[in-house]
């Protein structure tokens, strides 16, 4: 079965500190590509980051990195420096391969409070 | 980057109106469109994969009836709520994927509310 699991419904980080989001996943698929998307209260959803299940290194980008443990089956995503526009909901998603790369499984969510 | 317009934005209408909503690739064609559908604090719930020339793959448990979708074109999917009712009630938003990069993009959402 594919899946994915955030097991944090709402997190706190005081600006300008780092913090993490959790995400596991379980698939069968040997390939696949993995992805963190942002939703602020306006709705849209904002593509943040992806990793590929064959990607030696961790992605990045600016403030965003996404810490890929294959083995783990985990793709946590860590925001650095956090700023109060970071405040929002943050999904994390994964499209095996088998799908033909394009269904898209997301997890349940974590909501974002960044603390002035 | 790839760019998906979803229209309209907001839909306040009667019971037992039809609503369309369109989804348009700006910058790319797409041969394949995905509707999603979120109630307040919960995840995306994929509703339907929008296939150009052919019909589309609905999720268990969503009516096809209820939920008809027409993809025209390699640019636009349209995603029509027939007789909709209060429970239809809910925020709809649709994505694709351009082939050029990974992830999928996706439109602003339609926030539907039926009286």
């Known amino acids: 079965a594919q899946k994915i699991t955030q097991t944090q419904p709402g997190m706190f980080v005081q600006e300008k500190e780092a913090v993490t989001l959790d995400c596991t996943y379980d698939t069968s698929d040997p390939s696949y590509g993995l992805f963190w998307y942002k939703q602020p209260s306006s709705g849209e959803m904002i593509f943040l980051i992806y990793q590929g299940s064959y990607d030696q290194q961790n992605a990045t980008e600016g403030r965003y990195s996404l810490n890929f443990q294959k083995a783990r089956k985990s793709a946590n995503l860590v925001i650095s420096a956090s700023q109060l526009g970071d405040s929002a909901m943050y999904f994390c998603a994964m499209s095996p391969a088998t799908t033909g790369g394009f269904k898209t499984i997301f997890g349940a969510g974590t909501r974002l409070f960044v603390k002035a | 980057g790839a760019v998906v317009s979803q229209h309209p934005s907001r839909v306040i209408c009667k019971s037992g109106t039809s609503v369309k909503i369109e989804c348009r690739s700006l910058?790319?064609?797409?041969?394949?469109m995905f509707w999603y559908r979120q109630f307040p604090k919960q995840s995306l719930m994929l509703m339907a994969t929008s296939n150009e020339g052919s019909k589309a793959t609905y999720e268990q448990g969503v009516e096809k009836d209820k939920f008809l979708i027409n993809h025209a074109s390699l640019t636009l999917s349209t995603l029509t709520v027939t007789s909709a009712h209060p429970e239809d009630s809910s925020f709809y938003i649709c994505s694709a994927r351009d082939l050029r990069d990974q992830p999928q993009h996706f439109g602003d959402g339609t926030r539907l509310s039926i009286l």
């Open positions: 910058d790319f064609q797409a041969t394949t």
